[in-house]
């Protein structure tokens, strides 16, 4: 098996420091900056003045703890999930498994339309399509202070990918139970795995559960904040930053105190967006590491995979054939 990467920020500094927290609200060039520092050393970071209402995300967290708490019956009607659909405990069609529920669904409004199997399907269609509308205009948001931060002319070369009507962008709910067994904070809820999409935007509860893969195998928790956002790197944003950014291993444990409920938006190209590193990002220092490919086929190579596996690998060029 062939693994994706730990932060590469060592677990003393993470660990002290925490990731970092960009207040949107901040001047442009500052915020821009930060953020692409944040992408090379953590692939991860916070950010907070976000501008998504609250009554937006409470809408959002309602409709979500009313689906997961409601009867069995109307979540079966949303599943099984494959993949989008209502899941419980299996992940993936390769044997995963974790102490989960969740409840995957494309971010496209028709979609949602015709796949909402709530109790109240019209209210929580509007939930959902709000909340998505409004996270993707965040995701659009950073993509777009990247470019700039990238110094890339385009500003819009991978904001345009998730903003166009085929993009692919998938939305996740997922219901941790509390898990009251007395050593549950070894139980994991959602096994290390990449996300293989551009941004990932996840919002949680006040409860902890989530954590960053940093050097030497070490698992650093992420402080939980209700009013910001967390955002990570996707595979395909490693590739089109020619491996400048980072798409790092993270996981998300049971918790042993409370339920634990994440909402996340998984910004994603439409299926024949071709995927190749940005021409600017290339250079005789740091020449082309990744071949073309499209969304689907990388999300074929995904899905045929376990949930661990890295499959960015398998589109690498051959950097000895590079330099010879
Ligand atoms: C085991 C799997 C579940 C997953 C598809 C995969 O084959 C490998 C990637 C997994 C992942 C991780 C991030 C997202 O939660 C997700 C929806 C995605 O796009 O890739 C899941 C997939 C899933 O749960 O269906
Ligand atoms: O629920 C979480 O905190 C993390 C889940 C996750 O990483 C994912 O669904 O891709
Ligand atoms: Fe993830």
């Known amino acids: 098996m062939v693994v994706a990467s730990p932060c590469p920020i060592g677990s003393e500094r993470m660990r002290r420091m925490g990731l970092p927290v960009i207040d949107l609200s901040r001047k442009r060039t500052h915020v821009a900056e930060l953020m692409v520092r944040a992408c090379e050393e953590y692939g991860f970071f916070k950010v907070i003045n976000h501008g998504v209402n609250r009554e937006v995300i409470a809408r959002m967290e309602d409709e979500g703890r009313d689906f997961f708490s409601g009867p069995a019956s109307a979540k079966q009607r949303a599943g099984p999930a494959n993949p989008m659909g209502y899941g419980c405990r299996s992940i993936g069609f390769n044997g995963d498994s974790g102490e989960v529920e969740y409840l995957l669904l494309h971010a496209n409004p028709t979609y949602i339309a015709q796949r909402s199997k709530a109790r109240h399907p019209s209210r929580f269609c509007s939930a959902v399509t709000e909340y998505i509308e ?57 096994g290390e795995h990449s996300d293989p999409q551009i941004l990932t935007l996840l919002r949680s509860n006040g409860v902890a559960g989530l954590q960053i893969s940093v050097e030497d195998g070490v698992w650093v928790p992420v402080t939980p904040d209700p009013d910001a956002f967390c955002v990570n790197v996707g595979d395909l944003l490693q590739a089109f930053t020619n491996g400048r950014f980072v798409s790092v291993r993270h996981r998300a444990m049971a918790n042993s105190f409370d339920t634990r409920m994440s909402m996340i938006y998984f910004g994603a190209p439409p299926l024949h967006a071709q995927i190749k590193p940005i021409p600017e990002l290339i250079s005789p220092q740091n020449p082309c590491r990744y071949r073309p490919f499209t969304w689907a086929e990388y999300k074929k190579a995904a899905y045929s995979l376990r949930l661990g596996d890295s499959r960015l690998d398998l589109f690498a060029m051959d950097m000895n054939v590079l330099s010879s």
């Open 134 to 190: 409004a996270v993707r205009e965040v995701a659009c948001q950073i993509l777009e202070l990247l470019a700039e931060g990238l110094k890339i002319p385009d500003r819009e070369v991978l904001s345009r990918l998730i903003r166009e009507g085929e993009s692919d962008s998938v939305f996740r709910m997922n219901h941790y139970p509390c898990c009251k067994e007395r050593d549950a904070s070894h139980r994991v809820g959602f």
